[in-house]
């Protein structure tokens, strides 16, 4: 059985006393911070009055979303270490209270400067210099003035931020607390309870029946409540569309790009490079039911490893070959990881109630904290690196910028994760001197190139045509659902939809769903990525040296501009070219393998 939390050995615990040393202090802040941002209302209608006004509006905007960064933070990784707790689930519900509140008092915030005039902010600079620092923040927003509304109106859509979220909170305590998985066997032939943590390891095993059981399992379940999982999408999906009509945008998808300034055609060229490449999809997938010897391969055949060879890694193991691999950043970056991997800013093992999945979070003043659901495999290492990107990520723009430019842009966060998980593979294929677990670590390449490039392309068709439907009046039923999603699925894999009914209830377990256009960005940054990690694996210090600016920039300006300084034009399609001619590649010397060892 899973284990409760308290079962747990504190080192493997994330420490979040280093945030708010007790739950009474957190408590303490949040009243204190509530009052402060009622405070800060007398500011309203006054914003443009003088150059000084300005200044000192945006600094207290800006300070106190700072320490609600910090509040937030805390209560959410609280809630997510156990989402059964109750105190954890109101201690977030504060926080998303707070940011109401916030949003409600500063809603006359981007009206009231949208009526500055070119001269006025010219000379507005000229008079209080300090305002300098917030020129690019200034500009961002002056960018989107036409999708600015009214103070009222900014009021009314700020007042019902926690109504807007509710679809999307209702599906993590559905999924994550509410929804029982039934009992399986394991491999030993042991009655274990699936969980989100536990099912892909299952779903991973040699042995097909078990693999099977953990499948139907698990989608049994999703059948059984596919109505309210089509429910809680539907109504996100109408919050974003919504939203993006008010706004004045002509999608959901624009609206969702323009706040990382990225163009659609970005999203588009994405989508058509997928499409015309899947037919590397679909023989690797004819491959792998070759090697399983399988001749009617089912979707619970596409997630098991191919390889024989026993390449798994402790956690312990896992964090050595981490270090070893991010060694070729630098000293100043494997510093940094070693702080993370021993100063308890993860959380690493399953327990009952747990969030599932992984993650990299944290606020601006806190440390960059980790969530992890730790198996014994190779998967899992990558995932370790792949978040400790993230983190590292966030630690050196933190660092670096001040508070208006101490986040990224989701749409660059995809690429420092998967640069290190293409830097983990380049460091794993250089260092093998054997032919099976060569196949192994090109296995899990071939395996993660689907996951991400392949198969969150599929998601972000999928996601874009929800949108468009409930845009043009379908109703996002189960069945349509069902249906979409059964399609899709087929084109992608080439297997039929008949012969994989379990498949069609997958999208409501995805939580990305809800997460307004997001997961294109795994594909694109693996593609970049794949760029990047080149560079620095087999380049200059000066490609490692522009790599850790980008890492530091932020958002200190635009997007495609920080990457294309770190040297990939994610604007033109050369990156995505190159990405699938890695995976042509590394296919080519998988099947070159596959026949000197003789597994097909």
Do not use: C
Not at 91 to 105: C, I, N, R, V
Not at 108 to 127: C, G, H, S, V
Request: no cysteine; net charge negative; glycine share 4%.
């Amino acid at each position: 059985m899973v284990k409760q939390r308290n079962e747990i050995d504190e080192k493997y615990q994330w420490d979040l006393s280093t945030i708010f040393a007790t739950d009474q202090a957190w408590e303490e802040e949040a009243t204190v911070l509530a009052a402060a941002i009622k405070d800060a209302a007398h500011f309203a209608g006054s914003l443009l009055s003088s150059p000084a006004n300005l200044l000192e509006t945006t600094e207290v905007y800006l300070d106190l979303s700072r320490r609600l960064e910090k509040v937030y933070v805390y209560a959410h990784m609280k809630n997510d270490q156990d989402t059964r707790v109750a105190k954890y689930q109101e201690f977030q519900s504060k926080a998303m209270s707070l940011y109401s509140l916030l949003g409600e008092t500063f809603a006359f915030y981007e009206p009231e400067f949208m009526e500055i005039t070119e001269e006025q902010y010219a000379n507005f600079l000229k008079e209080v210099p300090a305002l300098e620092a917030y020129a690019h923040y200034f500009d961002k927003l002056l960018k989107t003035k036409e999708h600015v509304l009214s103070q009222k109106e900014e009021e009314l859509l700020a007042g019902a931020g926690e109504i807007f979220a509710a679809a999307g909170e209702t599906f993590e305590i559905l999924d994550n607390a509410d929804i029982v998985f039934p009992m399986v066997k394991d491999d030993q032939g042991q009655e274990v309870q699936l969980t989100h943590g536990n099912y892909i390891s299952l779903v991973e095993s040699k042995n097909r029946q078990v693999r099977k059981e953990a499948y139907q399992a698990l989608y049994g379940v999703y059948e059984q409540y596919q109505h309210t999982y089509a429910k809680t999408l539907q109504t996100n999906v109408k919050v974003h569309n919504y939203n993006a009509k008010v706004r004045k945008f002509s999608s959901a998808r624009e609206a969702a790009l323009s706040a990382n300034f990225i163009p659609e055609s970005v999203y588009d060229s994405l989508v058509e490079a997928v499409n015309k490449h899947l037919p590397l999809l679909q023989r690797y997938v004819k491959l792998r039911s070759k090697i399983l010897g399988i001749e009617d391969l089912k979707m619970y055949d596409v997630y098991t490893p191919l390889s024989s060879t026993d390449y798994k890694f402790t956690y312990e193991e896992a964090l050595a070959k981490s270090e070893q691999a991010l060694a070729v950043l630098g000293d100043d970056y494997l510093s940094r990881v070693k702080r993370a991997f021993t100063e308890r800013w993860i959380d690493v093992h399953v327990n009952q109630g747990k969030r599932s999945g992984a993650y990299s979070g944290g606020s601006y003043d806190t440390n960059a904290f980790m969530l992890l659901n730790w198996q014994d495999t190779l998967d899992n290492l990558f995932t370790l690196v792949h978040e400790t990107g993230h983190s590292m990520h966030s630690s050196y723009t933190r660092e670096t910028q001040p508070y208006v430019y101490g986040d990224y842009s989701i749409f660059l966060a995809e690429i420092a994760s998967t640069t290190n998980e293409n830097i983990l593979t380049e460091q794993l294929l250089a260092e093998v001197e054997d032919d099976e677990t060569r196949f192994a670590i090109l296995n899990h390449f071939l395996d993660g190139f689907r996951g991400t490039v392949f198969r969150q392309t599929q998601f972000a068709e999928f996601e874009h045509a929800i949108h468009k439907a409930d845009q043009e009046g379908q109703v996002l039923t189960s069945e349509f659902l069902n249906e979409l999603y059964a399609d899709l699925n087929e084109k992608y894999y080439g297997l039929s939809k008949e012969d994989n009914p379990e498949i069609q209830y997958e999208w409501a377990r995805i939580p990305h769903f809800y997460y307004n256009y997001y997961v294109f960005q795994y594909s694109t940054g693996f593609a970049a990525a794949s760029a990047l990690a080149e560079k620095i694996v087999h380049g200059t210090q000066e490609d490692k040296d522009k790599y850790l600016e980008y890492l530091k920039a932020g958002n200190s300006d635009y997007p495609l501009n920080v990457i294309r300084k770190a040297g990939v034009d994610m604007e033109k399609e050369d990156y995505l070219h190159a990405a699938f001619e890695v995976f042509e590649r590394r296919l080519n010397e998988f099947e070159a393998l596959v026949e000197k060892l003789g597994l097909a």
